[in-house]
């Protein structure tokens, strides 16, 4: 499976853009519900007025919101953003901690969010659980879970640690293009033979 996700996916890489582990943090936030796309959209010019958890955090509310609508669920997003911020700025001196119990701690910061910024602004073996990750698990019966923290623990124990963000990230981009929710493209898929749905579309 690993060489096959190799052949698939042979340099996967995270769609949202970001250039600090803020950036990323406020765009993993924001992606909630919404596409990396319009996620990019939107935080190419927040980008360039927001450069640092001091200026997200004395960000005014209201505005912020405005400048975040188009991601949807934007009231959230935004009073989780800026107290995400906050928090950055009291406890930890305006940097991003590199573990999970106290990424987790941050407001809109779950496993998933926690795992993207380890894996990616700190290098860190990690699995992440989205929605692709999670339909992708079920259908080559790497989990029978619903739970996304019980997928994770399967994934992880299933895959050599050293595999753990790539074969994550893999699974996410096959779930995003290949193996998608309501028309999966079967006919060019190589790990049909694996699949516990083929035959069901």
Known sequence: MIKILN????????????SN???LLVATILSARCTDERVNKVTEQLFKK??????FANADLTLFESEIK?????KNKAKNIIASAQILVERFDGNLP?????????????RKTANVILGECFHLPVVIVDTHVKRVSKRLGLTRSEDPDEI????????PKENWSKISQQLLL???????SKAPKCEKCLLFINCLSRGKW
């Open 7 to 18: 052949k698939v996916v042979p340099e996967p890489k995270i769609e949202l853009h970001f």
């Open 21 to 23: 582990p803020m950036e």
């Open 50 to 55: 927001y450069r640092s958890p001091y200026d």
């Open 70 to 74: 188009p991601t949807g669920f934007y």
């Open 98 to 110: 590199a573990n999970i119990e106290q990424l987790i701690t941050l407001p809109g910061v779950g």
């Open 152 to 159: 994770e623990t399967d994934l992880q124990s299933f895959f």
């Open 174 to 180: 096959f779930g995003r293009y290949t193996c998608t």
